[in-house]
């Protein structure tokens, strides 16, 4: 899921507590072009307010609309916006594509509250857990899930969401590389997280949004902050950053771990990390270096380009045949 998603939660956690209703809207479905996939959130006060994306547009502009007239007050609603939709057809999606949407109305009250935390639990990527939600009475439970990534079953009693941890990107130390792919993972709806122990570097680091750290790479990876939905990724050329960096990401979960270097630079890194770090074939081979896809990139921006793309790929389960 995406770190959007955790923002969406950690509001509806802040409403609730501070007494007011929200409401919290899932995609169920889509068909045909649709911006956000199944399992996506958005979550809005009476007023309007809110945090999160249905569809980037039109989709959230007639819900909103709907809800400050006084629709949505039924504990579960489900509707379907775009070609052959249900509700408002006028409304159409790109290339005539359709969604399906739950929209839950939860009251300020302790189950609220603790329906939630145990969703920012799950963002967090302290468990991974399915949500079951009764489409008769919207009453809500948890079950445990070894499966990642968001997922969405449904049948005539309830609708089943698999809550995955939100993507996460580590970057190993800052340099003008690091800078372009902070840049491009916020885009891509990752939490960013940039350390770097250097104050001097850490002074020429200003993307706004990402979280930067002043601790060395390694240690902090050490420290428990790498789950299954992150990526870890070094761009320093520093082997004091780089390796240990690469050293601790391997004994992680992460779903994807990458150096910056040439051919001839990540054969030599493989040798030291053998041969210093103690590292075993199988965790050399976790390691992508060089990192990212071969699309000969020669500028900082080029190059995060191909880092973020190759991240998306492993991310997605592609293979880079297909590309």
Known sequence: MHHLDLQVIESALRWANAGEPVWLCTVLATFGSSPREPGSLLVA???????????????????????????????????????????????????????????????????????????????????????????????????????????????????????????????????????????????????????????????????PGVEVQAILPSLFIASGASHAATAVVALTHDPRIDDLAMIEAVRTPAFYIGVMGSKRTSSQRAERLERSGNLTEAEIARIHMPIGLALGSKTPAEIALAVMADILRVHRGQGRDVL
């Open 45 to 207: 006060r009476a007023d309007g307010k809110h945090v999160g994306s249905l569809s980037g547009g039109c989709v959230e502009e007639d819900f909103l609309a709907r809800l400050r007239e006084g629709d949505f007050d039924a504990p579960i609603t489900v509707v379907r916006y775009g070609d052959g939709g249900i509700d408002h057809s006028q409304i159409t999606l790109p290339c005539g594509g359709s969604l399906e949407v739950l929209v839950e109305r939860l009251i300020s009250a302790p189950t609220t509250l603790i329906h939630l935390e145990v969703l920012q639990a799950a963002l967090l990527g302290q468990r991974a857990l399915v949500r079951r939600v009764s489409l008769e009475d919207g009453r809500v439970s948890f079950v445990d899930s070894d499966a990642q990534g968001p997922q969405v079953e449904r049948d005539e009693q309830s609708v089943r969401v698999r809550i995955g941890p939100a993507l996460r990107l580590i970057i190993a130390g800052i340099s003008p590389v690091s800078a372009a792919c902070a840049e491009f993972a916020r885009t891509l709806g990752f939490e960013v997280i940039v350390c770097d122990p250097r104050d001097e570097a850490r002074a020429t680091f200003n993307v």
